[in-house]
C-alpha cells in the first residue's frame, strides 16, 4: 500500500516536472500600446515630441515578427523586423547583426553592428495584458537605458 502511494507521488512529481521543462514560451501576439505613466524611458532625442508607440507582434512557433510605430502627433513612423527565436546570429535589415533567444519567461532580442548595440528583453508584466520591454542601447545620440510598459489593446 504504501508503495504504492509513493509510485503515484512519484509518478505525479514526473508529470508536473516534465509540464514545467516543456511549458512553451510566452505569446506576446497582439498590439500593444505604450502606457507613459507606467514607463521610465530614459530622455534622448528620438523621444522629444514622442505622442505614442504601439507595438504589432506576431508569433508563431519560434518565428517572431514586431511591427513598432511612433506616433509624433499626426505622424507616424514604422519600423519592422521578422526574427527566429533560435538563438542564431543572422544579417538584419542590412546593416545589423541580430538573434533572438527564447527564454522560460522572456524574449530576448539583440542587434548591434560597429559602435551599436540595442538589446531588449520582452516579458509580461503584472498580468498577460501588460508587455514590459527592457531596453539596453549602446550607440548615438547617446547610451540609455529605458523600460517601456505597454498595454495590449483589446478588441471592442
Not at 507595438?55 to 519600423?79: E, M, P, R, S, T
Not at 548615438?140 to 523600460?147: A, E, L
Request: glycine share 6%; hydrophobic share 40%; charged share 30%.
Amino acid at each position: 500500500m504504501m508503495i504504492d502511494k509513493l509510485k503515484y507521488i512519484l509518478l505525479l512529481f514526473c508529470l508536473v516536472l516534465q509540464g514545467q521543462i516543456f511549458a512553451q514560451t510566452p505569446d506576446f501576439t497582439g498590439t500593444w500600446l505604450l502606457n507613459f505613466e507606467k514607463s521610465n524611458l530614459d530622455k534622448t532625442d528620438n523621444l522629444k515630441g514622442l505622442t505614442g508607440q504601439i507595438f504589432v507582434i506576431k508569433q508563431a512557433d519560434n518565428k517572431f515578427a514586431l511591427k513598432i510605430y511612433h506616433l509624433y502627433g499626426d505622424k507616424k513612423k514604422k519600423i519592422g523586423f521578422s526574427m527566429l527565436a533560435d538563438g542564431k546570429t543572422r544579417r538584419l535589415k542590412v546593416l545589423f547583426k541580430g538573434k533572438l533567444e527564447q527564454k522560460e519567461s522572456s524574449m530576448q532580442v539583440t542587434m548591434w553592428r560597429k559602435n551599436y548595440l540595442n538589446s531588449v528583453s520582452y516579458k509580461y508584466g503584472t498580468n498577460k495584458n501588460e508587455l514590459v520591454a527592457d531596453e539596453v542601447f549602446i550607440g548615438k545620440p547617446k547610451d540609455h537605458h529605458s523600460i517601456w510598459v505597454f498595454d495590449r489593446e483589446i478588441a471592442k
